[in-house]
């Protein structure tokens, strides 16, 4: 399963300095999505042709049928400056996990409700899924990893509205 | 999702949008080499397609992209001063639905359906409704899918095939057709009832769905509680990866918990479905997501018309990068001439 996520390596410090503006519209109805992949971090991300490749998270791999180990990514810094961690991400699981259907795209992106992460380092985690799923990593595709004061405030809706669902 | 209703958890995505929605780089992201390369990107939600159509075209410094471009607009944008146009092979998919639930018509018949399929001239459909930026459809994943590739041929345009296995299949006498679609893709519904017509030689009744019934519309097709009003549904659907199309495609268009599903589950279908999604291989699942396709062809579950291309109108200093599956910026920039860096904007 790891060879379906390829993993994308961090280039060197020296990049580009942002420069120019550009004015879009797009009335695609799926807008609000494009706006959330174009600003939040994800486990895995798409390439051009819709490969999926590594994104927060860095290399997995199944250490039985049950069981998916992640490394998450070094160096990953939030807008706010709040580093990622693992923490980040069972944070992100676990709000997510909280609704019966958080992608309006459908509930097939759901992961099983018994599923649970465990932290086994701030840069390693493993996920216990009470049957195998060999969906989820594309499912992840669908997740996405803010920062603590994002969930404090924010949280997609919820913190305004009440309720989750329909707001991812 | 699930047919009762209590247990559907259907989800209204349509909010107003605000006016504007600006996005400025974060420098300090891991991934320098792939971006941001912008320093803003102002997407304005005030400004309608046509009239944004109008200035990528006509102006400079008013509106740099814009997405979705209509077939019927290419040529507009090809003879563009200012606009290029960008098609990207994207993970999208128009097809016909088929509703396999109705009781007066044998559309549980694979014949009526393959019948259905061998009156479609694709080659047709490709050049006049899409302007040839599309691709005849044969299965649901595109050709240029990463995963659960396969060999399959489109159905072949032969109207008399088509006309003698609909007639096999025991078609009623006099019984229309009932087709529908959304608002946008009426373009392409008309030329597929066209293509019935003729090689069936039976009526098509079009029923273009109005915008204000759309909410509704989605409500029937995903609870499944009331037979739906159709025969056959012209609908578009996409994938968020290319990996393993059958998991957000073929799964959605005919899984049992598919929100569109048109029809009974189908039991060799879900078999392979259980399989695929519990395989933690990768070689064997992209194995599994190709006999899927396949499976789905051979029973012509759906009339399978064409993968369309993503059509953006683009600045010509803007030096876009598309995507298959979204549409990220992060890659994207701008050349010196650009009107934002002439400007120092």
Redesign the interface.
């Known amino acids: 399963?790891?060879?379906?996520v390829s993993p994308?390596v961090?280039?060197?410090?020296?990049?580009?300095?942002?420069?120019?503006?550009?004015?879009?519209?797009?009335?695609?109805?799926?807008?609000?999505?494009?706006?959330t992949?174009?600003?939040m971090e994800e486990p895995v991300?798409?390439?051009?042709?819709?490969?999926?490749v590594g994104?927060v998270l860095e290399d997995s791999r199944?250490t039985g049928?049950r069981t998916l180990e992640i490394d998450v990514?070094r160096?990953?810094?939030f807008?706010d400056g709040e580093e990622c961690t693992a923490h980040n991400f069972k944070r992100a699981f676990e709000e997510m996990q909280r609704w019966?259907?958080p992608h309006?795209?459908?509930?097939?992106?759901n992961i099983h409700q018994d599923t649970t992460i465990e932290i086994v380092d701030d840069y390693k985690l493993l996920i216990h899924f009470p049957?195998?799923?060999?969906?989820v990593l594309?499912k992840m595709?669908?997740m996405h990893i803010p920062s603590t004061r994002f969930w404090e405030e924010i949280g997609f809706g919820y913190r305004k509205l009440g309720t989750g669902?329909?707001h991812w | 999702?699930r047919a009762e209703p209590f247990a559907c958890?259907w989800?209204?995505?349509r909010q107003d949008?605000t006016d504007k929605?600006v996005?400025t780089?974060?420098?300090?992201h891991?991934?320098?080499?792939?971006?941001?390369?912008?320093?803003?990107?102002?997407?304005?939600?005030d400004?309608s397609?046509a009239e944004?159509l109008n200035l990528?075209c006509d102006t400079e410094g008013?509106?740099?992209?814009?997405?979705?471009i209509s077939p019927a607009d290419i040529e507009r944008v090809e003879s563009s001063e200012h606009a290029r146009l960008h098609a990207i092979?994207a993970?999208r998919i128009i097809l016909g639905l088929v509703n396999r639930g109705v009781e007066d018509a044998p559309l549980d018949d694979a014949r009526t359906r393959r019948a259905l399929n061998m009156a479609v001239d694709r080659d047709r459909l490709v050049r006049e409704g899409f302007g040839g930026y599309a691709y005849p459809a044969a299965g649901v994943t595109p050709p240029?899918?990463?995963?659960g590739l396969s060999d399959l041929q489109p159905y072949p345009h032969d109207p008399e095939g088509a006309k003698k296995l609909f007639r096999e299949a025991g078609w009623p006498d006099g019984r229309a057709l009932r087709l529908a679609t959304l608002a946008d893709l009426a373009g392409v519904a008309e030329m597929f009832a066209e293509d019935l017509r003729d090689a069936l030689g039976i009526e098509v009744e079009l029923t273009i769905i109005p915008n204000e019934e759309l909410l509704a519309a989605q409500h029937a097709l995903v609870e499944k509680v009331m037979p739906l009003p159709f025969d056959v549904l012209v609908f578009a659907w996409?994938?968020?990866?290319?990996?393993?199309p059958a998991?957000?495609m073929h799964?959605?268009l005919y899984?049992e918990?598919?929100?569109f599903r048109a029809g009974p589950p189908v039991e060799k279908f879900e078999n392979l479905m259980g399989e695929?999604?519990?395989?933690?291989?990768?070689?064997r699942?992209g194995e599994l997501s190709a006999e899927i396709d396949r499976f789905v062809y051979d029973e012509a579950l759906s009339v399978f018309l064409a993968y369309p291309q993503a059509l953006y109108a683009v600045?010509k200093h803007?030096n876009f990068?598309?995507?298959?599956?979204?549409?990220?910026?992060?890659e994207?920039?701008?050349k010196e001439e650009?009107w934002?860096?002439r400007n120092g904007?």
């Open positions: 399963m790891t060879s379906q994308q961090a280039a060197g410090q020296e990049g580009r300095t942002p420069v120019g503006t550009v004015h879009v519209v797009d009335p695609h109805p799926l807008n609000w999505l494009y706006i992949w174009n600003t991300r798409t390439d051009e042709r819709g490969h999926m994104a199944w049928e990514r160096g990953i810094r807008q019966k259907a309006p795209p459908g509930s097939n992106l049957e195998p799923d060999g969906l594309g595709r669908g669902e329909g | 999702m958890t989800l209204d995505t949008r929605v996005l780089a974060n420098a300090d891991w991934n320098k080499e792939r971006g941001p390369r912008l320093e803003k990107i102002v997407f304005h939600n400004i397609p944004a990528v008013e509106v740099d992209i814009v997405t979705e092979d993970m240029y899918a990463i995963g996409i994938d968020l990866t290319s990996d393993a998991a957000f799964g959605e899984g918990t598919g929100p695929f999604a519990t395989e933690v291989d990768a070689g699942q600045n803007v990068v598309g995507y298959a599956t979204t549409f990220e910026l992060a994207t920039e701008v650009h934002s860096r904007s």
